[in-house]
């Protein structure tokens, strides 16, 4: 490998620039190495990247933390499959990329039921909104502990007039 060393205090060129974090101190030198010395990606992260890239839905639509959305999901059962409702307030996500997911709370039967989905599943076939909502909060916890209607309502966002 060919290394190039520099003292401290003196600027590194402009094709010096592209470093990796392999730097060696030693003694008042370090020793820089460029990027094209180390292969571009491993083979296995380009087959899990080409398989993300794979699973990865383009007709989300864009929602946030206190909106209230009805989420399609597709329901196997025996050798049938059906679609199944799920409605109610988006109180937290999580994640990035193809882990991302979101948590969507609703009382039923006077019962708080919280549900997990992941944002890119296959499971879900649409995802709708029914209303948004206005909140300052990236998680909504503080829903778990209210009763009633206060515990499904988030104020409303304020429709922007063009």
Not at 86 to 96: C, D, E, H, N, T
């Amino acid at each position: 490998m060919k290394a190039k060393r520099l003292q401290l205090g003196k600027s590194p060129s402009s094709e010096e620039i592209m470093i990796t974090s392999c730097q060696e101190i030693h003694s008042g030198a370090f020793c820089l190495t460029t990027l094209d010395q180390f292969p571009a990606t491993p083979p296995v992260m380009s087959i899990i990247a080409t398989i993300e890239k794979e699973q990865f839905k383009s007709d989300l639509v864009p929602f946030e933390v206190g909106d209230s959305v009805c989420v399609h999901t597709r329901v196997i059962e025996g050798d049938k499959e059906r679609i199944q409702k799920y409605s109610g307030i988006v109180i937290g996500r999580k994640g990035a990329g193809i882990n991302s997911n979101f948590t969507v709370r609703r009382v039923s039967f006077g019962e708080g039921v919280e549900r997990v989905f992941p944002l890119h599943s296959p499971r879900i076939a649409k995802l709708e909104i029914e209303k948004r909502g206005s909140v300052r909060r990236s998680k909504l916890n503080y829903l778990r502990d209210r009763k009633g209607k206060a515990a499904v309502t988030v104020k409303e966002k304020a429709q922007e007039v063009a």
